[in-house]
């Protein structure tokens, strides 16, 4: 396992940006496929998008697809979610995960390693 840090949630406009990072510690991370999940007031915890160890595939729910970019830096042991053309649906603590498993398993959010989540909020 490794330990998970987000940060860079915050509140901002409709049409907006926000980048969110995820530390990872530990060298496993550069073998991880790695997600990103959120969890909107009164709903249940929903995958938002994936990367493989590589960066070499990515998956994003139909929402956010064309309008999030899910990166990772190997060096930095760091995972990106760049949020662009926010709405208010958007709003939501955001969660990154990962596991030494296939994309499909990460998106499926049965894994042990989480972080304690970055609020996000979309409001004029």
């Known amino acids: 396992q490794v330990r998970l840090v987000e940060s860079g949630g915050g509140l901002v406009q409709p049409g907006g940006s926000l980048r969110l990072s995820c530390v990872a510690s530990?060298?496993?991370?550069?073998?991880?496929?790695m997600g990103w999940f959120r969890r909107a007031p009164g709903k249940e915890r929903e995958f938002v998008a994936a990367i493989s160890w590589n960066g070499g595939s990515v998956s994003y729910m139909n929402s956010v697809r064309g309008r999030f970019i899910i990166s990772r830096d190997n060096t930095k042991n760091t995972l990106y979610l760049q949020m662009n053309s926010l709405k208010p649906e958007d709003t939501a603590v955001y969660y990154c995960?990962?596991?030494?498993?296939?994309?499909?398993?990460?998106?499926?959010?049965?894994?042990?390693?989480w972080g304690q989540g970055t609020q996000v909020t979309v409001s004029p």
């Open positions: 530990g060298r496993a991370f550069t073998t991880y496929s």
């Open positions: 995960t990962g596991a030494p498993v296939p994309i499909p398993a990460i998106a499926s959010g049965r894994l042990d390693s």
